[in-house]
């Protein structure tokens, strides 16, 4: 028996993420965008912090503004 890992991902809040692991609709939540504007996202997420809103006009620039911009919460 090879179990199947399934992960979701778009559009998923805080809460939505945790609820569904909790309610096992998914092994885990895929975070992209806003992974990129909360670099400590597991922690803010963990302790109900506020998600720092993401730039999209910064993705996929040659530049380091958007990806190393973004401070941990305080």
């Known amino acids: 028996f090879n179990p199947t890992v399934l992960f979701g991902n ?3 809040t805080s809460a939505t993420s945790l609820l569904t692991v909790q309610e ?3 092994d885990g939540v ?3 965008r ?3 504007s909360n670099p400590d996202i597991v922690r803010r997420i ?3 912090y506020p998600l720092t809103a ?3 006009s910064t ?3 040659h530049g ?3 990806y190393v911009t973004y401070k941990e919460y305080e």
């Open 34 to 36: 806003r992974f990129i």
């Open 64 to 66: 380091a503004k958007g």
């Open 30 to 32: 895929v975070i992209g």
């Open 54 to 56: 993401y730039d999209r």
């Open 24 to 26: 096992d609709l998914a």
């Open 59 to 61: 993705f996929y620039t």
């Open 10 to 12: 778009g559009g998923y």
């Open 46 to 48: 963990r302790y109900g």
